[in-house]
């Protein structure tokens, strides 16, 4: 094979798509082990000192913003007033069914919980909504108006008057069915789980495989809890790898306990989340994203107990387009995992933030903490001087988390800073808090732990955009851990994934100074191959296999510089043992059955190709393969039959692109 094998560039460095996943790095070296993309050492028991923050916040707005109006003289009843605000803004969650734990669908029934309702609704508590009013602009506000809370006020200051009953509206039509239509693939769990009756919440991994013939570009996609009386809200992650799925497999019920992703992350660009309520996910014109063959969609779920056991199933619906996408957002991810909050403390605070190199549209936002959050601010620092508000949350509640698009994209100039400042609350009077007498509470994946985190999705504004924020996240990264190999390896794959490659050689090379780890051997040799320097990189293939005996794309990518400095023997059970994990590996498929041909060990080629049209029938490299094989054993009528069986599969499969390059191969094999 020559040095030129086609998507070689996409095939030894496919790693590089976690480069904007935006995961953390420790400052402690000491105890490395391989989890995921993640650096995993001895938990730290030493308290944690806050550091002051270095930012500071737009001012705040005054108290009396919120105040609410005095209605002019004049009769609230329910008829007329008080069943449209109900009706459109409570009733969707609470009736049977939902998540609520009482119906609000009749005069009777929102009566007799007027004071609650007066109450909560003028304290913001309901309808839920996070963010604090008046500070950031964001599309589907959930919020009353503050018209609308005075008349629950006056309503039931008066005792509740009926009024004219002909005046009652309907109760808005629960949807039925898919809210986009039918699904283009609807994927389901296999078996229920239990939620226990009492007890803390639960916090549950549910893994759905994804039966797809070719990769798809996905526009919309549905999430539907099945019993939504359990459901509190979910989170949606896409694992191309088998992580979420061993970790599945370990678990007796149905998904995996725990708030781990593994190897799973969101599409580039994307927060994927349900709420109840909450619409479908879509794209965004020009931006549908990619669903590789072989993935996994994981659905993490919030789940809670309602004092007796529960059933729980979940669907999701995939909603796919043929629209090849145009853009991409970035996935910014600010975080500070420095937690460690004594029992009884109050005002400990983080602060993360980064300077973006190029223009962005600001176009969403998830933060995220969990019970001890009591303060979220996320806000923009101009060149200018200029402060913007992004989120502000004056009392955070992790129970209403979500996910929040802009009602109009904000434009960050380059240069601005985009910070993140949270503050915790630990005291026994903090009624969110999960421990009572208070505990000390540090960072960790639990719910009852402590997180602080915040995604901003952002939108470049040039072609560059992406690689550009990708090297100014990953040198962030390395100022703030500079004695930390993964710091190292995250900035030599951002290097090398825009083609900055002796930057990227460099970096890899620092960061083995700092760990032999077989990560950055791995990556160091990748680098060495892709610019032509196979035999330098081979030694750094072999230490990483040492360590990462069965991954698939380090082992192909030893057996790639084997075969480009003329060892393709030596080659052949590398591409074996890629093939052994990772049965969609095209490109082994395809090496390994040119690797035979040229050994002259032909029939073996022939079984490589029939292996492989059989995992990837979507691959037309490896049906040409296979036919280009059968005609080099002198069986040129097989090679015919191969392309004709490949042209049914792909008819029947509707993989109309496919079908065109296998017919215009069969004409070429039928002359």
Not at 18 to 47: F, I, W, Y
Not at 614 to 640: C, F, T, V
């Amino acid at each position: 094979m020559g040095r030129h094998l086609p998507a070689r560039m996409t095939t030894i460095f496919a790693l590089l798509a976690l480069v904007c996943s935006g995961l953390a790095c420790s400052d402690d070296d000491s105890v490395p082990t391989r989890h995921g993309d993640r650096e995993t050492t001895q938990e730290k028991t030493a308290p944690v000192v806050a550091k002051p923050l270095q930012f500071q916040s737009p001012a705040l707005l005054p108290a009396d913003t919120h105040r609410i109006p005095e209605l002019l003289p004049g009769r609230v009843t329910f008829a007329k007033n008080i069943a449209p605000i109900i009706f459109n803004n409570c009733t969707s969650c609470h009736r049977p069914g939902e998540s609520a734990p009482f119906s609000l669908l009749n005069y009777r029934q929102i009566k007799a919980r007027a004071r609650q309702i007066a109450e909560v609704t003028l304290s913001r508590f309901m309808p839920p909504w996070a963010p604090t009013h008046g500070y950031v602009e964001f599309a589907g506000v959930r919020r009353l108006p503050a018209q609308a809370i005075a008349q629950l006020q006056r309503w039931y200051r008066d005792d509740c008057p009926l009024g004219d009953k002909s005046l009652i509206p309907k109760i808005p039509k629960r949807t039925s069915g898919w809210t986009e239509g039918t699904p283009d693939l609807v994927l389901e769990m296999d078996r229920e789980f239990i939620v226990r009756a009492e007890g803390r919440d639960v916090f549950q991994s549910f893994v759905f495989s994804v039966d797809i013939a070719s990769d798809k570009y996905v526009r919309a996609i549905e999430i539907r809890p099945e019993n939504l009386v359990v459901a509190h809200h979910a989170i949606v992650s896409v694992d191309e790898t088998p992580s979420c799925r061993e970790e599945d497999l370990k678990s007796p019920e149905a998904g995996y306990p725990g708030m781990d992703f593994h190897n799973a992350a969101p599409p580039p660009g994307y927060f994927i989340g349900w709420t109840p309520g909450k619409r479908p996910t879509l794209s965004l014109p020009g931006m549908a994203w990619k669903l590789r063959r072989g993935s996994d969609i994981v659905l993490q779920m919030h789940l809670v107990t309602t004092g007796k056991s529960e059933k729980f199933k979940a669907k999701i619906g995939l909603y796919f387009t043929d629209e090849v996408p145009t853009r991409q957002a970035y996935s910014l991810e600010l975080r500070n995992d420095n937690i460690d909050v004594a029992a009884e403390a109050s005002g400990f605070e983080v602060e993360d933030s980064i300077v973006l190199p190029v223009v962005m549209s600001c176009l969403g936002i998830y933060p995220h903490a969990h019970y001890i959050g009591k303060k979220f601010s996320v806000f923009a620092i101009k060149p200018n001087g200029d402060k913007v508000w992004l989120f502000y949350a004056g009392d955070w509640d992790f129970n209403w988390q979500d996910s929040y698009t802009f009602a109009d994209p904000i434009v960050l100039p380059k240069n601005t800073r985009v910070v993140m400042q949270i503050e915790y609350d630990n005291r026994s009077e903090n009624l969110r808090n999960p421990n009572s007498p208070a505990k000390r509470i540090r960072y960790g994946l639990q719910s009852t732990d402590e997180m602080g985190t915040c995604t901003v999705t952002l939108l470049p504004r040039n072609k560059d955009g992406l690689a550009a924020m990708g090297i100014a996240v990953a040198l962030k990264d390395v100022d703030d851990h500079s004695q930390s190999w993964l710091a190292y390896s995250r900035l030599g794959r951002t290097y090398a994934f825009a083609r900055k490659m002796p930057k990227a050689i460099a970096t890899f090379k620092k960061g083995l100074t700092l760990a032999k780890h077989p990560e950055l051997q791995k990556n160091l040799g990748n680098a060495l191959a892709m610019t032509g320097s196979e035999s330098e990189a081979i030694p750094y293939f072999r230490a990483a296999l040492r360590g990462y005996p069965d991954d698939a794309s380090l082992n192909f990518s030893l057996a790639l510089a084997l075969s480009n400095t003329k060892q393709k023997p030596a080659a052949l059970p590398y591409l074996r043992a890629a093939i052994a994990s990772n049965r969609n590996m095209t490109n082994a498929y395809l090496l390994l059955g040119q690797n035979l041909t040229q050994l002259g060990r032909k029939t073996d080629a022939i079984e490589v190709y029939q292996d492989g049209a059989s995992a990837r029938p979507d691959r037309i490299e490896i049906h040409s393969g296979l036919a280009k094989a059968y005609a080099a054993a002198g069986h040129p009528e097989a090679s015919i039959q191969v392309l004709q069986r490949a042209t049914v599969w792909a008819r029947k499969n509707r993989q109309m692109q496919l079908l065109g390059q296998l017919s215009a191969l069969l004409r070429t094999y039928q002359r």
